[in-house]
């Protein structure tokens, strides 16, 4: 009886243990990456708090050239600022010749919550299908979005300005108002918007790519003005320092992930830039990237 006992057991485990070893690295596995998509995941979200702060950061390291690019966004700002009024009456009184679908889109692709839903969409791709480089660009939409969305609320309330709606003129300004009418600078909608679309467009060489995609992150912010709830030099200035915001993150991830969307890119500056320009009984502005 016990050489037939400890026969079956050595048969019986004989028979186990290669199901047992399977299981074993079969849990191993699924553990390792487990482990790593968390590891991805709080590398990244740590990312996107030292890309706010290393863009928060980045006027207190301004060079010639960037105090250039200030004076130039000031001076276009200033020269909107001057022109606001005629700007939103020109622009309200062909309001009707807008398709509904345009204004719609403006509205809700502004939305925080349809912005944050497209960012995430990208980052949470990127990190389960471990594509680096589609993780690396929602981190910068995440960290773009998030280091602006503080920015222009704070900004909202301290500044005071009246929206064009509230008919007190683009004059009129009550840091701490408080009312939803004294909310008119920056633009939430123009802010997130183009945060979104800047950082898209930057994973793509090809100008006319590249401005399409930039034209479409410019409609939420044009058809504001047209809503009459914001002014031109409010919206004009949103989209500048979202471009300021995205390419300030974008340098401080260079430093964090070995891949930078396109390989024919990743030695190439990117430089936002817009000018205000007159010709006879127009306005314009110019957007360089």
Do not use: C
């Amino acid at each position: 009886m016990p050489k037939i006992t400890l026969s079956l057991l050595l048969i019986l485990l004989l028979k186990v243990a290669p199901a047992f070893a399977q299981d074993s690295l079969f849990v191993a596995f699924n553990t390792d990456k487990k482990n790593t998509l968390w590891n991805d995941f709080t590398y990244d979200m740590g990312n996107v708090v030292g890309g706010v702060g290393f863009a928060y950061s980045r006027p207190l390291h301004w060079q010639g050239d960037d105090f250039l690019r200030f004076g130039g966004v000031a001076a276009g700002t200033t020269g909107l600022f001057l022109l606001d009024d005629e700007i939103r009456k020109a622009l309200v009184s062909h309001k009707d010749d807008v398709p509904p679908l345009l204004l719609d889109f403006g509205y809700y692709s502004g939305a925080p919550q349809n912005n944050y839903g497209i960012t995430g969409a990208v980052y949470l791709t990127g990190l389960f299908t471990k594509n680096e480089k589609l993780r690396r660009t929602g981190v910068l939409m995440i960290a773009s979005a998030t280091a602006a969305g503080v920015v222009q609320q704070i900004s909202k309330s301290l500044v005071g300005r009246a929206r064009p709606g509230a008919g007190f003129g683009n004059h009129h300004f009550k840091p701490f108002g408080g009312s939803s009418s004294y909310r008119s600078f920056p633009s939430g909608h123009a802010v997130l918007t183009f945060t979104t679309t800047y950082s898209i467009a930057k994973q793509f060489d090809n100008k006319w790519i590249k401005g399409g995609i930039i034209g479409v992150g410019l409609i939420p912010g044009l058809t504001r003005i047209y809503e009459e709830a914001h002014w031109a030099s409010d919206v004009a200035l949103s989209w500048a320092m979202s471009a300021f915001i995205v390419e300030a993150i974008d340098k401080y991830l260079d430093r964090k992930y070995e891949q930078k969307y396109n390989p024919d890119l990743a030695a190439k500056e990117s430089n936002f830039e817009w000018n205000l320009t007159f010709s006879g009984d127009q306005i314009g502005v110019v957007l360089q990237f």
